[in-house]
C-alpha cells in the first residue's frame, strides 16, 4: 500500500496551491468569524429562507424539517460552537433543504476543491451494480494500476455501494437518484466550501484488476479556486426581445456548473486549449438545411465547453448526437451558443437526434426555454414562476421593478391566504417563439440525476410540448425548479429590505421564485419532483468505456420508431404586394400558411416542391405549418421576410 506522504505533485499540475488536508486545515483555522459576525450570518440566514425561500412550504413536507427552528437553536448554542462546529451546523441546515439552489457558502479562506485524482461512475455490468474509474490524474494516484477500467469493490473498507450512500446522506439532492449522483460524484471531487469536507485525510481504495484485487492509500488534497463561485453580474448577451437584469436570469446548480470545470480542467486539460472552429452566422440560424451531411465521428463545435456534437452510427441506422453540456456561458454569450446550436443541427443528420443534457446543471433560464422551439413545430409555453407569498417577497415586488408583475397578487395573498402568488413566465411567449422549428426530424432526449435548474426547465418543456421520448439513464432529473440569486444581488436591488453585507467572503444563494410544468402536468412544481422519463436506459460498462455505445443504441431503436419531415420554403417578390413561396415538402401530407399571424392559405401537398402566392404584408413573417394524413402538427417553418 502506498503511503500519501510520498506522493509529489510535480510543477506541471497547473492547479495553483495544492494542500494536504492537514495543511489545509491549519490554512482555514486562520481569521475565524468573531462572534458578532457569526450572529449577522445567522441574521441573514433567516431573512432569505424565512422571508425569500420560495420552497420554504413544500420542503417542510416533503422532508419534515423546521430550518428556522433550527436557525434559531443554532443561535441559542452560538458561544458553545468551534468555527468548524459553526460552519459545520450551518451548512448542514441548508443542505438539508436538499435543494442545490439555496446554499450556505463558507469564508473565501475555504476555496478549494478536495479531490483524490480519480473519478468514479455507476453502471449495470452483467445486471449487477458495479462502480468503475472512469478518469484519473496522474500527478495524485501514484498507482500505476488504478486506471479507467478498474471496478472499485471498498472504501475504507466498507462496500462501495454502502459507502456511496452513506456519502449521499450529507448532501442535498432533490430526490433519491439526484441524492445518489451527487454522493457518488463528492467521494472523489469536492467543493468544500459549498460541501461537508472530508473527514479522512486519506482513503483507501479497493478494487479490481482482471479479477486480482489490490488495496491503494489515496490521499485527499485541496487545491485552490478562489474566484470561482460566483456567478458574472453583468448583462449577458440576450436573444431580441428580452431585456431584463442578469441576476434574474440564472436557474443553475453552481456546484455542479463548477465541478463540471474542475473535471474538465483535471481529466481533460488539453481541451481547455482547442481551439474552436471560426464560424460566421448569418442571423441567428439557417432556416434551411443546405449544408453538406458530414460524415460519422466528430463535428466540430465553436463552444467547445458548451456543446459536442458526432454523428453515431447505431443498429438502427445513423444519427446526430449533441451534448449540451452546461446553459451557463462563461463569456455570457448566449446568442452566440444558440447560433451555434441552430448551425450544428443544419449539418447533424436529419433522420433523428440524439438530444443528450445530462450533468447538466443549468444556467441561464432564456438559453434553455428559447432552444424548445428550435425542436417543436408547436408555439412553446414557457413554464411560469411565482413567489412565495411573505410580507418580505411583498415588499422585494414593491421594491424592485423587474418584480412588477407579482406585486398585485402577494399583496392580495394578505387576505386571501394564498401560499403563491399568480405565476407568470419570465420571458414573453412571442420570444421565446421568435425562430420556430429548425430540426424536423425525430429527437430523443437523454436525461441524468444531475439535469438541474434551467437543465430540469427544458427537459420539462421537452416533455410537455411532447417534442419526444425522454430517454433517462436515473429514475428522475436533479428536480430543481427556481430561478436563483445571491445574497449580495438581493441586497442590492431590495432596497427597503434588511439585508447586511456578509462578512469575510461569506455567501449565499437563495431559489427566489419556483417554476410550474405546462401541458397536461400544468401547475405542478419541478422541485423535487423533476422529470421522469419516459423510457429508461441503465449505464452499462461499454457505456463508460466506449463512449456511450449502448445508450446510443437504446436512443437509435427510440428514433427509429420516428418520422423524419421536411417543410421549408424560399419566397420571392410577385409584384408590389404578393409573395410567391416555393416549399419544400417530404412526409407531409398538407400545410397551412400565415402571415402575421392570419392564415392566408392552405393546400394538400406530396413529397417535391410546392408554389403559392401569398399576400407581403407589413412585418412579412410567413409561418407555414405541416400535418400528417390524420390532421397532426408534425412540422413547421417560419422566416421574418
Known amino acids: 500500500m502506498s503511503h500519501p506522504d510520498t506522493v509529489v505533485l510535480t510543477a506541471d499540475h497547473d492547479l495553483g496551491t495544492v494542500r494536504t488536508m492537514p495543511q489545509f486545515r491549519r490554512h482555514i483555522a486562520q481569521g475565524p468569524l468573531t462572534d458578532a459576525q457569526r450572529r449577522v450570518v445567522l441574521g441573514q440566514a433567516e431573512i432569505l429562507i424565512g422571508e425569500v425561500y420560495a420552497h420554504l412550504p413544500l420542503k417542510r413536507a ?209 481541451t481547455l486549449t482547442e481551439t474552436p472552429i471560426a464560424t460566421s452566422p448569418k442571423g441567428r440560424a439557417a432556416r434551411s438545411r443546405t449544408a453538406q451531411p458530414l460524415a460519422a465521428g466528430p463535428v466540430p463545435s465553436s463552444r467547445p465547453d458548451e456543446l459536442k456534437a458526432r454523428i453515431v452510427e447505431t ?98 395573498a394578505v387576505t386571501t391566504g394564498s401560499a403563491y402568488s399568480t405565476a407568470f413566465p419570465l420571458y414573453p411567449i412571442d420570444v421565446v417563439n421568435s425562430v420556430g422549428q429548425l430540426y424536423q426530424g425525430p429527437v430523443v432526449l437523454v436525461t441524468d440525476a444531475q439535469c438541474y435548474s434551467a437543465c430540469d426547465i427544458f427537459a420539462a418543456g421537452f416533455q410537455d410540448h411532447q417534442i419526444g421520448p425522454v430517454l433517462g439513464v436515473e429514475a428522475n432529473t436533479g428536480a430543481g425548479g427556481a430561478n436563483v440569486v445571491t445574497h449580495e444581488e438581493l441586497r442590492t436591488e431590495w432596497t427597503d429590505g434588511e439585508l447586511k453585507p456578509l462578512p469575510k467572503g461569506v455567501q449565499m444563494r437563495v431559489a427566489l421564485r419556483r417554476c410550474l410544468r405546462v401541458g397536461t402536468r400544468m401547475g405542478q412544481p419541478v422541485e423535487d419532483l423533476g422529470v421522469v422519463p419516459d423510457a429508461r436506459h441503465d449505464l452499462t460498462k461499454r457505456d463508460l468505456l466506449e463512449e456511450n455505445a449502448d445508450l446510443m443504441a437504446a436512443a437509435g431503436a427510440l428514433l427509429a420508431q420516428g418520422q423524419p419531415r421536411v417543410l421549408r420554403f424560399t419566397a420571392a417578390a410577385a409584384g408590389t404586394k404578393k409573395r410567391k413561396l416555393t416549399i419544400t415538402t417530404a412526409a407531409v401530407a398538407g400545410i397551412d400558411v400565415y402571415v402575421n399571424g392570419r392564415p392566408v392559405a392552405t393546400t394538400a401537398t406530396d413529397d417535391g416542391t410546392t408554389q403559392l402566392t401569398v399576400p407581403a404584408a407589413g412585418g412579412n413573417l410567413i409561418r407555414i405549418e405541416g400535418y400528417d394524413p390524420a390532421g397532426t402538427l408534425v412540422a413547421a417553418t417560419q422566416q421574418r421576410l
Open 62 to 270: 416533503m422532508h419534515a424539517i423546521d430550518p428556522l427552528q433550527a436557525l434559531r437553536l443554532l443561535r441559542h448554542r452560538l458561544a458553545d460552537l468551534t468555527e468548524t462546529e459553526f460552519h459545520g451546523q450551518l451548512q448542514r441546515i441548508f443542505l438539508g433543504l436538499h435543494d442545490l439552489h439555496t446554499n450556505y457558502i463558507l469564508p473565501s479562506r475555504y476555496a478549494g476543491f478536495a479531490f483524490l485524482g480519480i473519478f468514479l461512475e455507476r453502471c449495470v455490468d452483467n445486471g449487477r451494480t458495479a462502480y468503475l474509474v472512469t478518469k484519473t490524474f496522474d500527478h495524485i494516484t501514484g498507482d500505476p494500476q488504478l486506471k479507467p477500467g478498474v471496478e472499485v469493490t471498498h472504501w475504507n473498507g466498507t462496500p462501495i455501494h454502502l459507502a456511496v450512500e452513506a456519502n449521499a446522506a450529507r448532501e442535498a439532492g432533490s430526490n433519491k437518484a439526484a441524492q445518489l449522483a451527487q454522493g457518488l460524484q463528492n467521494m472523489t471531487l469536492r467543493s468544500i466550501n459549498m460541501s461537508l469536507p472530508p473527514d479522512e485525510d486519506w482513503v483507501d481504495v479497493t478494487y479490481k484488476v482482471d479479477g486480482t484485487t489490490h488495496e491503494t492509500r489515496t490521499p485527499w488534497r485541496v487545491f485552490e479556486s478562489a474566484g470561482e463561485v460566483t456567478t458574472p453580474g453583468s448583462l449577458p448577451s440576450l436573444p431580441t426581445g428580452v431585456a431584463t437584469a442578469a441576476n434574474h436570469l440564472v436557474g443553475m446548480d453552481l456546484r455542479t456548473e463548477l465541478t463540471r470545470r474542475m473535471k474538465r480542467r483535471l481529466f481533460a486539460p488539453a
Open 315 to 412: 443498429p438502427s441506422g445513423t444519427f446526430g448526437h449533441l451534448r449540451i453540456f452546461t446553459f451557463h456561458m462563461q463569456d455570457q454569450d448566449i446568442n452566440a451558443f444558440l447560433n451555434e446550436v441552430a448551425r450544428l443541427l443544419s449539418v447533424l443528420p436529419s433522420e433523428g437526434l440524439v438530444l443528450d443534457v445530462r450533468g447538466n446543471g443549468g444556467g441561464y433560464v432564456i438559453a434553455a426555454e428559447f432552444l424548445l422551439q428550435f425542436f417543436s413545430p408547436h408555439r412553446v409555453t414557457p413554464e411560469p414562476f411565482q413567489f412565495v407569498s411573505t410580507p418580505g417577497t411583498t415588499g422585494l415586488a414593491t421594491t424592485v421593478a423587474d418584480y412588477q408583475e407579482w406585486k398585485a397578487s402577494l399583496q392580495e
